[in-house]
């Protein structure tokens, strides 16, 4: 059961765990029903451990400093349902990075706030009554990334607002409650929540601002090359600052585990003759790893496979291709480096 949560920053599929977590994932996916929490901000991010929110758009004060929002019912009981019983068990750790996390209030009670995990083993949250009731399933690399580089002020909060824009239940198992009022369209930003942006989550944020477009180039460059030598400075897969990548090897990801060497040899080949093509295996297991490197003798023959290889389909998975940025190649004598 999955629930796609469209953001300011970028798009992620959650999945619910709904055996164990009933009574929290069906408060979770009528209130994405009611549009609930379209609009609503990310209002508390901590690098490397959550990234909060839920409180609801109409609820801009006492809900949002006690952390706890309002479940479901409230819209159909009143005040006296602002929060329901969750489940107790079975028991699940904060234990991966993305987790879903409802917000507990006390009691084992909850509301609407929830937040998602941005490490793995956070054991401090397990003793703190919070319920997980789902994990990112996609996209959770790059929205993991996005909130540990978030730039917060001392109360963790976004100097840029970053907001979920919708929320789309792509299945829900759960008859609605009785009386439950779902609207026809997201609701308008009120005054309130405008004048409460420092800065808005559509508001792009112009670091170039008075530069010429030659010294924008540069400088884009020049911050593209200094990322990419630290990275591959911390893997030990730089041993000169000046080293150039070889321009006849190419970089493949996202395979199929069940491709291997010959596999893509004999695909690739069709460009030119391949010199060595080996797909990166772990070291004790020896299973994929799902990327390769593929070494052309002739650097247009590399040219040609990038062109007509990227986003092809093999084993039922469609592969990425560039050009490869690392130097392990050269350093190991043509044997890439395994992990």
């Not at 999955?2 to 619910?16: A, Q, R």
């Amino acid at each position: 059961m999955s629930v796609v949560i469209e953001t300011t920053k970028g798009t992620f599929t959650v999945d619910l765990y709904l055996d164990q977590r009933p009574k929290v994932c069906k408060n979770f996916l009528k209130l994405c029903k009611v549009k609930y929490y379209n609009l609503n901000l990310f209002h508390s991010v901590q690098s490397n451990f959550i990234a909060q929110t839920g409180s609801g758009v109409n609820s801009m004060d006492s809900n949002v400093k006690s952390g706890t929002g309002e479940s479901v019912y409230r819209r159909l009981y009143g005040e006296q349902a602002m929060y329901f019983e969750g489940d107790l068990a079975p028991k699940i750790k904060h234990s991966k990075t993305g987790h879903l996390s409802m917000v507990n209030v006390g009691d084992n009670m909850f509301g609407s706030q929830f937040f998602i995990t941005l490490d793995n083993d956070l054991d401090y949250l397990d003793g703190q009554g919070h319920c997980v009731f789902g994990e990112i399933v996609e996209g959770l690399d790059e929205i993991v990334q996005i909130f540990n580089e978030t730039i917060c002020d001392s109360e963790n909060i976004p100097y840029q607002d970053i907001r979920i824009t919708h929320t789309v239940i792509v299945e829900d198992p759960f008859e609605d409650p009785k009386g439950l009022e779902v609207p026809p369209k997201s609701p308008e930003p009120s005054k309130e929540l405008l004048a409460s942006s420092r800065i808005g989550a559509d508001e792009d944020l112009d670091d170039y601002e008075g530069l010429s477009e030659e010294q924008i180039s540069e400088h884009i460059a020049e911050k593209e090359a200094k990322a990419q030598a630290t990275i591959l400075e911390m893997i030990g897969d730089l041993p000169e600052a000046d080293v150039a990548p070889p321009e006849n090897v190419l970089f493949v990801c996202k395979l199929n585990p069940v491709t291997n060497d010959d596999d893509l040899e004999i695909i690739f080949s069709r460009f030119g003759k391949v010199v060595q093509c080996e797909v990166i295996r772990d070291r004790k297991s020896n299973d994929s790893l799902q990327y390769a490197f593929v070494e052309f003798e002739d650097p247009k023959s590399c040219e040609k496979a990038y062109f007509k290889m990227d986003n092809v389909l093999i084993d039922d998975r469609r592969i990425h291709v560039d050009f490869s940025q690392s130097v392990g190649l050269l350093n190991t004598g043509g044997k890439a480096k395994g992990v």
